[in-house]
């Protein structure tokens, strides 16, 4: 059994991040799929997705606090579009999730959250899923 498809993500401002989880989760149901895995893909090179703390929203500025602080945003890159920073933050946070399926849900960890991380926003975007058993 399996069943693939796209997401799609609005953002909203030039950095953020989304949670994706209800929206996941809702494939996951949809599938039928008791037991297995759900893969995520952003096929995006300014984009990327992460697991983290979904509990308190101040995570998610934080995150990105860091990176701005970790990725010089006023560095004089090469890159002519001039947004080599959120291809740089885009890296570190990886194209691609893996979340095991158990009785029909995903498993994530009691404060986990999925996060779109957008890093040259506002764009619409879309994510590419494939839940399998």
Known sequence: MM??????????????????????????TESDIVEGVCILF????TAGLTINEGADPDVRTDIIKGLREFVPIEYPFKHME???PSHIMASLMGASLTILISDGRLQLGTWQALY??????????TIQYRITT
Do not use: A, Y
């Open 3 to 28: 069943k693939s498809g796209q997401l799609s993500v609005t953002t909203k401002l030039h950095m953020e991040l989304i949670d994706i989880s209800s929206k996941v989760q809702e494939q996951v």
């Open 116 to 125: 779109f991380c957008e890093f040259d926003g506002p764009r619409n975007r």
């Open 42 to 45: 952003n096929p995006h090179t």
């Open 82 to 84: 001039g947004n080599s």
